[in-house]
């Protein structure tokens, strides 16, 4: 714990006891174990501190090499294939968090960074900031997010979710063949666990997780027979874990309020009290309400779940100067005060540009590169 005396005029001290605080909040992210500061991890997290407005940050992705042989004494030389280069960037913007500290600053070090106020604004901030962050990346995934298209490649399930649905689900991101939405496309490079096993992360709603568990004659039947015996067997526990090569992981729903009544929306549009996945209340994805927005229909007849499966490279966060601490007093002679938490960041789905030229069949240029939705109807 520090103990020395941190003066909010001190930017240095000030930018580390907040970045301190919200590491400490990191622990309650969904996506936390899956970042990383390379394309190896699902959300591949790239830093600049010097990045500001109008500032891009840029991720850079290599690809393998497919040119043909070449046979006997036939001249090789000036067929080399070039190596081919992706990559993506994006501009970070300012946000900024606040929190209304009411009338309690009295104290006489009001300068001082550890009085109780100061802390506990921090951690409310950082906590805040961890479900701001978390909402980013679910809605960038999602397709709904301004400026992230809507998915490239969906798989429909239509009305039905069950064990021979990931049976099928697997088939199609082996071969690219069967996708409801988008055409052939390179698979997804799977994701290493800590074990050194590559699989797919898949991430569910409640709704989703509820159908597949209901499935009686597909995913009992083999969980019961093929799993763990006695309290530990999935069915008891109600996890769901592996099957094949698809890592299946429930998040929560969203709750809160988002403004508009179309997909599209900022960051800046959202009160996150809980961050997560979105349904929305119609067929069509583009046309529909999603959770959140006013007037979406929990009891709508055609209420979709979008599930996500992700590989690598899934998804970008881009972090620009540090975070800062900021605090105010009233113009009222300070009898009451506000403080906040800057961020520089974005998030996106990545999409990559071929620097010179895409792959004839395994594309990866132009399309959602780790991201594949899975749509259901769980309602009707």
């Given at each position: 714990m520090t103990?020395?005396?941190?003066?909010?005029?001190?930017?240095?001290?000030r930018?580390a006891?907040?970045?301190?605080g919200?590491?400490?909040?990191?622990?309650?992210s969904f996506w936390?174990?899956?970042t990383g500061n390379?394309k190896?991890a699902?959300v591949?997290?790239?830093?600049n501190i010097?990045?500001?407005?109008?500032h891009?940050?840029v991720f850079d992705?290599?690809?393998n090499?497919s040119?043909?042989?070449?046979k006997?004494k036939?001249?090789?030389?000036?067929?080399?294939?070039?190596?081919?280069?992706?990559?993506?960037?994006?501009?970070v913007?300012?946000?900024?968090l606040?929190v209304?500290n009411?009338?309690?600053?009295?104290?006489?070090?009001?300068g001082d960074?550890?009085?109780?106020e100061?802390?506990d604004?921090?951690?409310?901030?950082?906590?805040?900031?961890?479900?701001f962050?978390?909402?980013?990346?679910?809605d960038?995934?999602?397709?709904?997010?301004?400026?992230?298209?809507s998915p490239?490649?969906?798989?429909?399930?239509g009305t039905?979710f069950?064990?021979g649905d990931?049976l099928d689900?697997?088939k199609?991101?082996r071969?690219?063949?069967g996708?409801s939405?988008?055409g052939v496309?390179r698979?997804l490079?799977?994701y290493?666990t800590?074990?050194?096993?590559?699989v797919w992360?898949?991430?569910?709603?409640?709704?989703?997780?509820n159908?597949?568990?209901?499935d009686?004659s597909?995913?009992q039947?083999?969980?019961r027979?093929?799993d763990?015996r006695g309290?530990g067997?999935r069915?008891i526990k109600?996890?769901?874990?592996?099957?094949g090569?698809?890592?299946?992981?429930?998040a929560n729903?969203f709750?809160?309020?988002?403004a508009?009544?179309t997909?599209g929306?900022?960051l800046?549009?959202?009160?996150?009290e809980?961050?997560?996945?979105?349904q929305?209340?119609?067929a069509?994805a583009?046309t529909?309400l999603?959770?959140g927005?006013?007037?979406?229909?929990y009891?709508?007849?055609?209420?979709h779940?979008?599930?996500l499966?992700?590989?690598?490279?899934?998804?970008q966060?881009?972090?620009?100067m540090?975070?800062?601490?900021k605090?105010?007093e009233s113009?009222d002679?300070?009898i009451t005060?506000?403080?906040?938490?800057?961020?520089?960041?974005?998030s996106k789905?990545?999409r990559?540009?071929a620097e010179n030229k895409?792959?004839e069949?395994a594309?990866?240029?132009?399309?959602d590169?780790?991201?594949?939705?899975?749509?259901?109807?769980?309602?009707?």
């Amino acid at each position: 714990m520090t103990t020395a005396v941190l003066p909010i005029t001190s930017e240095l001290k000030r930018k580390a006891w907040m970045r301190e605080g919200m590491i400490q909040a990191a622990s309650k992210s969904f996506w936390s174990p899956m970042t990383g500061n390379s394309k190896d991890a699902v959300v591949y997290q790239e830093n600049n501190i010097s990045a500001g407005a109008g500032h891009t940050v840029v991720f850079d992705f290599d690809g393998n090499i497919s040119g043909k042989a070449i046979k006997g004494k036939d001249t090789a030389y000036g067929k080399g294939e070039q190596k081919r280069k992706f990559s993506d960037k994006i501009t970070v913007e300012r946000y900024r968090l606040v929190v209304d500290n009411g009338d309690k600053f009295d104290g006489v070090d009001i300068g001082d960074l550890n009085i109780t106020e100061h802390s506990d604004s921090r951690g409310k901030l950082g906590d805040l900031f961890i479900r701001f962050k978390d909402q980013a990346l679910f809605d960038s995934a999602q397709g709904t997010y301004s400026g992230a298209a809507s998915p490239s490649h969906i798989i429909d399930l239509g009305t039905t979710f069950g064990f021979g649905d990931l049976l099928d689900i697997e088939k199609i991101l082996r071969t690219s063949n069967g996708f409801s939405t988008g055409g052939v496309r390179r698979p997804l490079d799977p994701y290493m666990t800590s074990e050194g096993e590559p699989v797919w992360i898949m991430v569910v709603d409640s709704a989703m997780a509820n159908l597949l568990r209901a499935d009686t004659s597909g995913y009992q039947t083999i969980v019961r027979s093929g799993d763990v015996r006695g309290n530990g067997n999935r069915n008891i526990k109600g996890v769901i874990g592996r099957l094949g090569r698809l890592m299946i992981v429930e998040a929560n729903q969203f709750f809160g309020a988002t403004a508009g009544t179309t997909q599209g929306w900022g960051l800046n549009d959202s009160e996150i009290e809980i961050s997560g996945v979105r349904q929305y209340d119609g067929a069509t994805a583009s046309t529909a309400l999603w959770t959140g927005q006013t007037g979406f229909d929990y009891a709508s007849t055609n209420l979709h779940s979008r599930g996500l499966i992700m590989g690598i490279g899934a998804l970008q966060l881009a972090m620009g100067m540090m975070p800062d601490y900021k605090y105010q007093e009233s113009t009222d002679f300070g009898i009451t005060s506000e403080s906040a938490l800057e961020v520089w960041m974005e998030s996106k789905k990545t999409r990559l540009t071929a620097e010179n030229k895409d792959y004839e069949q395994a594309k990866v240029a132009e399309l959602d590169y780790g991201v594949v939705a899975v749509d259901v109807q769980v309602q009707s």
